[in-house]
Structure formats: structure tokens, C-alpha cells
């Protein structure tokens, strides 16, 4: 008999031995499930399992494009967990995937695989408990901490380095995706109730605005409780639910449609105002509480080819979301993305900081994406990471860290401060200490401001600021490097990076500060919100959260030739304002001896579509960055 089959039916037969010995163990004799003879039988074939799990994992073929299913059998919730290892061709597998947060990872529960006694995490064992058939077939699952050898071993590392590339189509050929939000509550079971009952008669989002007005404690359960959970906002249910094509999501043994739950989240995410924000002040947490939107609009984008699908998209749009290990900020993407030839190299995990470095000179030498740089900065950084250049990818988006504006490696170019295509030179020194890329030198900083917080005294501060150094009339005098604009639309635009709601370029009177709160919406805001009342309150929570979050920790800079901008929290006076070939945004570099050291990026009013770049761009010079 071939070792495959061998296997799969020796763990079979242990399966059915360890349901006897639990009968036996329970004493109930009129409920054997096996004759003593067949019994007999069994334990002899349950001696041929295998010795340890190691040995069950050295039999993929991954070459032959095989994977590993568990086949978890019947079980009441608080029985022993039974199962057992299927190696099958990847083409015809069945199986369901399971997408749930490891949690600590501690494992001190057992799961009996082959005979063998396997130990998995808390948070594992609950989810397997409420996900196994009380009775009948056995459920075939695919889970990451078991059907990948997660041993920290030289074949343990081999088979991560093997199927971590392959678990985008892992994801994609499952027969459906399980997202485990975790074990019920007594407000998660009253908002999966509520709403198993209100979506068979839901039309619409005004049924929605309805039943928020009048069901609001049930609303509150759903959004403190169920997304307030980790499993919202983990860097690897991106890939899980991006490349599935139908998820579901289990609460205790309570369930949601993936479309019920995407039209709750759109609700959220559109719908700012509604949420109970009173009580969330770390945008990392609100952007988890919207992070089913995003996943679906993200979705839908990566399916109409609407996103550059490639490794450098991936992760600078999602590197901030949470990780456990810091490679993850890396690996959790590399299924995803349809062009990548990153390495994945689970033995370097102690050496996270170069293989920080090789993604960025990756991105760089192969893409072009100067943006990229931008990712990972601020006083958080490791001191690990020696070359400022590298972006660290662990650094997570909280409240002390502005949002990143939409660079063109994470979003079509909204600026092209450098012309928008890349026209210059590309050198990484082998150790990678040192990046030299070209540019131009555009102004130094002659005054700043402290980090703007997200109120509206900052803004009063970079008033006085410019009307202190320039005169106090001076936002009716011509902005220099945009005469079309005086002082005042320049001030207005800069504080902004001229993106008007909906993070696209402002048109004429368009921007936050140019179109306060108070005033009407424009007509083409959001006209599916029918009620005025609710459209108007949309708008000025979308308004005060642009205005917010663009500002916030950054500072409002005057510059030594006129202009005037917004920079890092961290600059210093000493800090130059360049322009680098590739990049659509100016960037801030500090002298460092005769070489460089990486700051971030800036916005500068009047020179974000090319215009200084496309007078000075025939005398590029070299910017050695260590």
C-alpha cells in the first residue's frame, strides 16, 4: 500500500480507536462503538501510526502540488479532539480554510492527529470544539498551525518557505473560508440574533438608518463586541479574505453571511457618524472597526484589476496592521500578490533588518517605487534597522502617526512632484548601508511649528507663524510658486495636502478648510443618503477626520524660498526639502557629513504635479542616503 494511503488509513483507524476508548472511559456499555474483535484490530493498526507529527510532515510532495487537509471527526463540545492528516493532490482537495487569531501562543491543548498527540494553542482548541459535526461526517479543514510544519527546525523552516507563497491559492481553492471571531458572548449571541432576523426583511441602507435609531443597544453589542475583536485588523485576514471566494463568519455557533457582515461594515465605514467614536480614540482601533469595508472594496479592486497587484501595493497598504512575528509584515502579503519574486526565507528570522532592507532595494530596483521609503518612520523606529533609508515595516499606524497621503506605490499617483515616471539612478551598496538615488535640491526650512494634535489650535499656531515671518497681510499677497493662488488658498490646501473628502486632488473651493463643516455637502456627496439631516452629518464628520488626520503630527513649515509645506513630526531645522527621481512626493533628507540621512516625506504647495521638477530635472545629482 502506498505510504499515503497507509497513513490516512492508520490515522482513520485511530480516529475510530480513540472514539472507543472513549466510550469505554464514559462506562456506557450499550453504546460501543466497536466489537471487541474490531477493537483488536485497530489497536494493531494504531500501533503503525506515525511516531511524531515530523514524520507525517516529511510526506508532502509540494513539488507535486500537494497539501495537507485535517480531517477533524464528530465530537460533542467537550470531548477529547480527534483527527486525522490527508495528503491530497492540491487540484482536487475539498476542504473548508480557517482564518482565526492565534492568540498567545502557548500550547497547552491536545488534538489527537494520527494517533499521535498534537498541542495546539487555547484559542485553536475552542475554535475546532464549536466547529466540528456533533455527529455524522467528519469536517475537513485546512489550518495554517497544523498543515504547515510550524516547528522552528530546518524542515519546519523548508515547509513554511514552501507553502507560504501558496497559500493565497490556498485560500482561493477552499470550498468556503471560516473567519472565527472567537467564542460567543452574551452580546454577541443578542447581535447575531438581531440580525439573523433583520436582514430577511433589510432592503436597503435606510432600513439600516432605521434599525440603528430604534435597535441601538443591539447596534452597540455588534460594534463594541464583535468588531472590537482581535481578529479585525490582523495583517494576515487579508490575504484569507481577499483571496476566498465565500467566507463566513462563526461567532461561538453563531454564524454570518460574508455578505451581511460586508453591508454592517459599509454601513460603519460610510457612515462615520454613526459609530460610537466617543469612546474610540486610537484610530488604529476605528480603522479595524472598518476593516470588513475595506477588505471588500479591496477585494473588489484586486478582481477588476483596478490596483497594481504586486508585492510593494500589498505592503505598504497593509503593513501596519497586526502581526505577531516581524517577518509577517512581509509574508502575510507574498500570497496575495500576483508579481512577486520576493524570497521567502523563514530562517532569517532573527535577521529581520536586512531582509527589511532586501524588500526595499527589491521594490526599488525592480518597480521603482521611491514612495516606498516612506513606510515605517517616525521616533518609533528600531535601532536595529542602522540605514535610515529601510523602512521598518513593524511600526504600527496609532494615534501619535499621521496617515500616510496616497503615495503612488500604495495608490494610483495622486501627486507627481516627480514628473510621474522614474528618470534616474538606482545603487545599493552590497551590504546595503548605503542607497544612493538621484535628484534635485528644492529649499531648506526656515520655520516650523510643533506636531499639529487633532484640534484646531495647531491650525491658529501656523497662521501666526506665517503672518509673524512673512507680514500680517500676507495671505492676500500672490503664492510664488502657484501665482493662480494667494497666501490664503495656499495656507488652505497645504494644511490638507490639497485632498479634498474623499482623498482626491481639490477643485476649486474644494478643500476641508476652503468648505467648512457647517456648509452645505457638495451635490455629489454620497447622494445615496436621501435623509439631509444624515447627509449633512456624514459630511461633517468626513470633513473634520480629513482635516484630522492629514495634520495630525505632522508640522506646518515655512521654507527659506517662500513656500510653504508640511513635514514630519521628527524634522529639524536643519533638514533639506529634495525632490528624488521616481517619487511623488517631495521628500526631507538631513546632512549627515557628505551623505544623507532619510526623514520622510512632506507636502509643498505649488510643486506637487512637477512643476519645480520639470524646470530643474536635467541637473540631477546624486543623494548618497546611509
Same mark, same amino acid.
Given at each position: 500500500?502506498?505510504?499515503?494511503?497507509?497513513?490516512?488509513?492508520?490515522?482513520?483507524?485511530?480516529?475510530?480507536?480513540?472514539?472507543? $476508548?472513549?466510550?469505554?472511559?464514559?462506562?456506557?456499555?450499550?453504546?460501543?462503538?466497536?466489537?471487541?474483535?474490531?477493537?483488536?484490530?485497530?489497536?494493531?493498526?494504531?500501533?503503525?501510526?506515525?511516531?511524531?507529527?515530523?514524520?507525517?510532515? /516529511?510526506?508532502?510532495?509540494?513539488?507535486?502540488?500537494?497539501?495537507?487537509?485535517?480531517?477533524?471527526?464528530?465530537?460533542?463540545?467537550?470531548?477529547?479532539?480527534?483527527?486525522? +492528516?490527508?495528503?491530497?493532490?492540491?487540484?482536487?482537495?475539498?476542504?473548508?480554510?480557517?482564518?482565526?487569531?492565534?492568540?498567545?501562543?502557548?500550547?497547552?491543548?491536545?488534538?489527537?492527529?494520527?494517533?499521535?498527540?498534537?498541542?495546539?494553542?487555547?484559542?485553536?482548541?475552542?475554535?475546532?470544539?464549536?466547529?466540528?459535526?456533533?455527529?455524522?461526517?467528519?469536517?475537513?479543514?485546512?489550518?495554517?498551525?497544523?498543515?504547515?510544519?510550524?516547528?522552528?527546525?530546518?524542515?519546519?523552516?523548508?515547509?513554511?518557505?514552501?507553502?507560504?507563497?501558496?497559500?493565497?491559492?490556498?485560500?482561493?481553492?477552499? /470550498?468556503?473560508?471560516?473567519?472565527?471571531?472567537?467564542?460567543?458572548?452574551?452580546?454577541?449571541?443578542?447581535?447575531? $440574533?438581531?440580525?439573523?432576523?433583520?436582514?430577511?426583511?433589510?432592503?436597503?441602507?435606510?432600513?439600516?438608518?432605521?434599525?440603528?435609531?430604534?435597535?441601538?443597544?443591539?447596534?452597540?453589542?455588534?460594534?463594541?463586541?464583535?468588531?472590537?475583536?482581535?481578529?479585525?485588523?490582523?495583517?494576515?485576514?487579508?490575504?484569507?479574505?481577499?483571496?476566498?471566494?465565500?467566507?463566513?463568519?462563526?461567532?461561538?455557533?453563531?454564524?454570518?453571511?460574508?455578505?451581511?457582515?460586508?453591508?454592517?461594515?459599509?454601513?460603519?465605514?460610510?457612515?462615520?457618524?454613526?459609530?460610537?467614536?466617543?469612546?474610540?480614540?486610537?484610530?488604529?482601533?476605528?480603522?479595524?472597526?472598518?476593516?470588513?469595508?475595506?477588505?471588500?472594496?479591496?477585494?473588489?479592486?484586486?478582481?477588476?484589476?483596478?490596483?497594481?497587484?504586486?508585492?510593494?501595493?500589498?505592503?505598504?497598504?497593509?503593513?501596519?496592521?497586526?502581526?505577531?512575528?516581524?517577518?509577517?509584515?512581509?509574508?502575510?502579503?507574498?500570497?496575495?500578490?500576483?508579481?512577486?519574486?520576493?524570497?521567502?526565507?523563514?530562517?532569517?528570522?532573527?535577521?529581520?533588518?536586512?531582509?527589511?532592507?532586501?524588500?526595499?532595494?527589491?521594490?526599488?530596483?525592480?518597480? /521603482?517605487?521611491?514612495?516606498?521609503?516612506?513606510?515605517?518612520?517616525?521616533?518609533?523606529?528600531?535601532?536595529?534597522?542602522?540605514?535610515?533609508?529601510?523602512?521598518?515595516?513593524?511600526?504600527?499606524?496609532?494615534?501619535?502617526?499621521? +496617515?500616510?497621503?496616497?503615495?503612488?506605490?500604495?495608490?494610483?499617483?495622486?501627486?507627481?512632484?516627480?514628473?510621474?515616471?522614474?528618470?534616474?539612478?538606482?545603487?545599493?551598496?552590497?551590504?546595503?548601508?548605503?542607497?544612493?538615488?538621484?535628484?534635485?535640491?528644492?529649499?531648506?526650512? /526656515?520655520?516650523?511649528?510643533?506636531?499639529?494634535?487633532?484640534?484646531?489650535?495647531?491650525?491658529?499656531?501656523?497662521?501666526?507663524?506665517?503672518?509673524?515671518?512673512?507680514?500680517?497681510?500676507?495671505?492676500?499677497?500672490?503664492?510664488?510658486?502657484?501665482?493662480?493662488?494667494?497666501?490664503?488658498?495656499?495656507?488652505?490646501?497645504?494644511?490638507?495636502?490639497?485632498?479634498?473628502?474623499?482623498?482626491?486632488?481639490?477643485?476649486?473651493?474644494?478643500?476641508?478648510?476652503?468648505?467648512?463643516? $457647517?456648509?452645505?455637502?457638495?451635490?455629489?456627496?454620497?447622494?445615496?443618503?436621501?435623509?439631509?439631516?444624515?447627509?449633512?452629518?456624514?459630511?461633517?464628520?468626513?470633513?473634520?477626520?480629513? +482635516?484630522?488626520?492629514?495634520?495630525?503630527?505632522?508640522?506646518?513649515?515655512?521654507?527659506?524660498?517662500?513656500?510653504?509645506?508640511?513635514?514630519?513630526?521628527?524634522?529639524?531645522?536643519?533638514?533639506?526639502?529634495?525632490?528624488?527621481?521616481?517619487?511623488?512626493?517631495?521628500?526631507?533628507?538631513?546632512?549627515?557629513?557628505?551623505?544623507?540621512?532619510?526623514?520622510?516625506?512632506?507636502?509643498?504647495?505649488?510643486?506637487?504635479?512637477?512643476?519645480?521638477?520639470?524646470?530643474?530635472?536635467?541637473?540631477?545629482?546624486?543623494?548618497?542616503?546611509?
Amino acid at each position: 500500500m502506498p505510504l499515503r494511503k497507509l497513513v490516512t488509513a492508520v490515522g482513520l483507524a485511530a480516529i475510530a480507536y480513540e472514539l472507543y $476508548q472513549e466510550h469505554k472511559r464514559q462506562n456506557d456499555p450499550g453504546h460501543h462503538l466497536l466489537s471487541p474483535r474490531e477493537s483488536e484490530r485497530i489497536q494493531s493498526l494504531a500501533k503503525a501510526a506515525p511516531a511524531s507529527m515530523a514524520e507525517l510532515y /516529511k510526506d508532502l510532495q509540494v513539488a507535486n502540488r500537494e497539501i495537507r487537509v485535517l480531517v477533524l471527526a464528530p465530537g460533542e463540545l467537550d470531548k477529547p479532539l480527534v483527527a486525522t +492528516m490527508e495528503v491530497v493532490p492540491f487540484t482536487s482537495a475539498t476542504y473548508e480554510a480557517l482564518s482565526y487569531c492565534w492568540g498567545v501562543d502557548v500550547r497547552d491543548k491536545p488534538l489527537r492527529v494520527n494517533g499521535v498527540e498534537y498541542w495546539i494553542t487555547s484559542s485553536l482548541d475552542i475554535a475546532l470544539r464549536h466547529l466540528r459535526p456533533r455527529e455524522g461526517l467528519p469536517r475537513r479543514l485546512w489550518i495554517d498551525a497544523v498543515c504547515i510544519d510550524q516547528a522552528r527546525t530546518e524542515e519546519g523552516r523548508a515547509d513554511k518557505k514552501a507553502q507560504l507563497p501558496r497559500m493565497g491559492m490556498i485560500y482561493n481553492n477552499a /470550498k468556503k473560508v471560516i473567519a472565527w471571531l472567537g467564542p460567543s458572548t452574551k452580546d454577541s449571541e443578542d447581535a447575531f $440574533q438581531f440580525f439573523s432576523s433583520f436582514f430577511r426583511t433589510c432592503t436597503d441602507i435606510s432600513d439600516l438608518n432605521r434599525s440603528y435609531d430604534t435597535e441601538r443597544a443591539r447596534w452597540q453589542h455588534f460594534e463594541n463586541d464583535i468588531l472590537g475583536r482581535e481578529w479585525w485588523g490582523r495583517a494576515w485576514i487579508v490575504q484569507e479574505f481577499i483571496m476566498s471566494c465565500e467566507i463566513e463568519f462563526h461567532c461561538g455557533f453563531d454564524t454570518m453571511s460574508e455578505n451581511e457582515m460586508t453591508m454592517l461594515g459599509y454601513f460603519f465605514h460610510m457612515m462615520p457618524f454613526r459609530m460610537f467614536e466617543s469612546q474610540i480614540t486610537n484610530p488604529q482601533e476605528a480603522r479595524n472597526r472598518r476593516s470588513i469595508a475595506i477588505l471588500a472594496a479591496t477585494r473588489a479592486q484586486k478582481r477588476s484589476r483596478e490596483i497594481p497587484d504586486d508585492l510593494c501595493y500589498w505592503v505598504s497598504r497593509f503593513h501596519s496592521w497586526d502581526c505577531r512575528d516581524k517577518l509577517d509584515h512581509i509574508y502575510a502579503f507574498v500570497g496575495i500578490a500576483e508579481e512577486n519574486h520576493f524570497p521567502v526565507e523563514p530562517e532569517r528570522e532573527d535577521d529581520w533588518p536586512s531582509v527589511y532592507g532586501d524588500l526595499a532595494y527589491y521594490i526599488l530596483s525592480t518597480r /521603482k517605487r521611491v514612495d516606498f521609503l516612506c513606510m515605517g518612520r517616525g521616533e518609533d523606529r528600531s535601532a536595529r534597522i542602522p540605514a535610515s533609508w529601510v523602512p521598518d515595516l513593524q511600526i504600527k499606524y496609532d494615534a501619535r502617526g499621521p +496617515m500616510l497621503p496616497p503615495l503612488e506605490c500604495s495608490a494610483d499617483a495622486v501627486y507627481r512632484a516627480s514628473g510621474g515616471s522614474f528618470s534616474g539612478t538606482i545603487f545599493c551598496s552590497s551590504d546595503k548601508s548605503t542607497l544612493t538615488l538621484s535628484g534635485i535640491r528644492f529649499s531648506g526650512i /526656515k520655520a516650523m511649528t510643533g506636531a499639529h494634535s487633532r484640534g484646531f489650535l495647531s491650525m491658529d499656531e501656523s497662521r501666526s507663524l506665517l503672518r509673524n515671518i512673512l507680514g500680517t497681510r500676507v495671505e492676500k499677497n500672490a503664492y510664488p510658486f502657484k501665482m493662480s493662488h494667494t497666501y490664503a488658498v495656499a495656507f488652505a490646501r497645504t494644511l490638507c495636502w490639497d485632498l479634498n473628502w474623499v482623498r482626491k486632488r481639490c477643485g476649486n473651493n474644494d478643500t476641508a478648510l476652503e468648505r467648512q463643516p $457647517q456648509d452645505p455637502p457638495p451635490t455629489d456627496y454620497k447622494p445615496f443618503i436621501t435623509d439631509s439631516v444624515m447627509r449633512r452629518a456624514a459630511f461633517e464628520a468626513d470633513i473634520t477626520t480629513m +482635516m484630522e488626520n492629514m495634520r495630525a503630527n505632522r508640522r506646518f513649515a515655512l521654507f527659506e524660498n517662500g513656500a510653504i509645506g508640511m513635514v514630519p513630526r521628527i524634522a529639524e531645522p536643519d533638514d533639506i526639502v529634495c525632490i528624488l527621481a521616481g517619487a511623488s512626493v517631495p521628500m526631507l533628507l538631513r546632512p549627515h557629513g557628505t551623505d544623507w540621512m532619510f526623514v520622510g516625506e512632506c507636502y509643498v504647495h505649488g510643486i506637487m504635479d512637477g512643476e519645480f521638477w520639470s524646470r530643474h530635472c536635467r541637473n540631477l545629482i546624486p543623494f548618497r542616503i546611509v
